[in-house]
């Protein structure tokens, strides 16, 4: 039995196979613990990468987790999508102990709430981080941010432009 | 009176491999408990290549990892090729696996300066940075740049290798081969550095496993893992090479790890240059730059770098700019889980030396 068909076998995934061992799982938010539990019974022991994107249209997070097995040579890719009013989500650390510092990072990046982590929502990476968007959201604007926290920006035609005056 | 005080190590301290800093607790010189603070590095570059053509970033992403940029320009370069179906030409392939190879001579090189140095060896050091200059100099021809290349681009390379380049990158193999001897009388076979290493900051096999280890940290405990064998990119499927393996898990069994690894890859140049295609096209032809539109989707492509898997996570919405990147660095897991635990319990003197012997890449954390 392949990998694939084992995926396949998992209650209430819908998977797509993107190439050869790119398999892309999307899950419900409920489902997501105990489908990456089986992921990693069934050989994906490694975590990679998890992180989130602001999909702005669809009012929602999607969150995903990038899993390897090191036994079939396997990347399988779970997405889950959570509520963009109120983002929250259940740690995978105990399953995933990488996941403890990309928690972190989703908490501060995004705003998204991690339930069961206790470090998530500490600063981390910003320090003196003032706005109350958080950044990698669509809907942060650096230029704004910087302009009303820093020296504001003038392009540089501007200060030439300025000298001339002068 | 207070049993314990806390010490910062970094944000700029030579025993740390950039701007990073460590909160240390201590009793006596004993490591009670570690906690990283990153931040001291962080650039946006995920929240800068939104507002950016996909040609545009490639001037940034090279500058996520400072001693081994190809690495980024690679992965993303794949990326992008993966969501527009286009195919790299032969030649090019193994333009990009010589330029790769080199790149990890000179990240080996420089981690193994600062790794002897954090063992109070610096003679290496001096040696290992000049070695490295030479192989520099050969960029600096190739790409014109000496450090920041951004030479390999989606669809192939930016151009052809100049002429007479792969004979004075041959010299340079020659060069390091003998070189090697040298450094292994002088560093590798030392009694001194195996007394110091041995049994320091050890791992197993399990640990390494659900820690997330990659790179060398998991080749160390013997397990051959490597992106080049295991989801082959570039000309790596057309080589013939061995993952180099050790048993002991600790800082000695990585330094020789890595010493193996630069001489895999001085191997690979030799083969890569010999079985390259003489001439032919080294960019897929491909729209205006500024006009390239990425069919929508994601994917991940991931390459393997010297501290182990790097890769990018690219979501496309159809239109000029990547909606969203994300860079997986292995230094990430590589620092919050295994240094922070690692660190616990060892002497003070030698918590430079395990950061170094993990060699953690704080750029790859702050992305």
């Known amino acids: ?166 | 009176m207070n049993k314990s005080y806390e010490l910062f190590i970094g944000p700029n301290h030579p025993g740390i491999p950039g701007n990073f800093s460590l909160h240390l607790e201590l009793e006596g010189d004993t490591i009670v408990s570690a906690k990283g603070d990153p931040g001291y590095l962080h650039r946006a570059f995920e929240k800068l290549m939104e507002y950016r053509l996909y040609i545009q970033n490639l001037a940034l992403i090279p500058r996520i990892c400072v001693p081994e940029p190809d690495i980024n320009e690679t992965a993303y370069s794949m990326a992008v090729e993966d969501l527009m179906g286009v195919e790299i030409p032969e030649r090019a392939k193994y333009i990009r696996t010589i330029v790769l190879e080199l790149a990890r001579v000179t990240a080996y090189l420089l981690w193994m300066g600062g790794y002897a140095g954090s063992l109070g060896l610096y003679t290496l050091g001096q040696w290992a940075t000049g070695d490295r200059d030479y192989a520099i100099d050969l960029f600096s021809e190739l790409t014109g740049a000496r450090v920041y290349h951004m030479y390999v681009w989606p669809g192939g390379v930016r151009r052809d290798l100049p002429q007479g380049w792969t004979d004075e990158l041959l010299s340079y193999v020659k060069y390091m081969k003998d070189k090697l001897i040298d450094y292994d009388n002088l560093f590798f076979k030392n009694a001194m550095f195996a007394h110091r290493a041995k049994g320091v900051a050890k791992v197993t096999k399990e640990q390494a496993l659900e820690w997330g280890a990659t790179g060398p940290i998991l080749k160390a405990t013997g397990v051959a893992q490597d992106v080049r064998k295991d989801d082959p990119y570039a000309a790596y499927p057309y080589l013939d090479f061995e993952i180099p393996t050790m048993e002991e898990g600790d800082s000695w069994a990585r330094a020789i790890v890595r010493r193996f690894e630069l001489e895999t890859s001085l191997n690979l140049i030799e083969q890569a240059v010999k079985k390259m295609p003489k001439s032919g096209p080294v960019w897929t032809k491909m729209p205006n730059p500024f006009k390239w539109y990425v069919p929508e989707g994601e994917t991940y492509a991931k390459v393997e770098s010297t501290r182990g898997e790097h890769g990018f996570y690219m979501v496309s919405d159809g239109t000029g700019r990547p909606y969203r990147v994300s860079v997986r660095g292995a230094s990430m897991p590589h620092m919050f889980t295994i240094a922070e635990k690692l660190l616990v319990g060892s002497r003070l003197a030698d918590a430079s030396h395990i950061l170094l012997s993990l060699d953690i890449c704080p750029p790859e954390i702050d992305r």
């Open chain 1, 1 to 166: 039995m392949s990998v694939l068909d084992k995926i396949k076998g998992i209650e209430g995934v819908n998977v797509k196979v993107q190439r050869d061992n790119r398999i892309f799982v999307d899950v419900k938010e409920d489902k997501l613990i105990s489908v990456l539990y089986v992921l990693k019974n069934i050989g994906f022991n490694q975590l990679s990468l998890l992180s989130a994107v602001d999909r702005i249209n669809e009012e929602q997070f999607e969150v995903f987790y990038v899993l390897y097995s090191n036994r079939e040579k396997v990347n399988c890719i779970v997405r889950t999508y959570i509520p963009r009013d109120n983002p929250k989500l259940v740690t995978a650390a105990i399953i995933y102990p990488p996941a403890h510092a990309y928690e972190r990072e989703i908490a501060e990046m995004f705003g998204i709430k991690v339930e069961g982590n206790a470090d998530a929502g500490k600063p981390f990476i910003l320090e003196n981080f003032k706005g109350d968007v958080p950044p990698l959201r669509k809907d942060f604007n650096s230029m704004k941010y910087v302009n009303a926290h820093f020296q504001p920006f003038r392009h540089h035609d501007e200060v030439e432009l300025e000298a001339k005056d002068e």
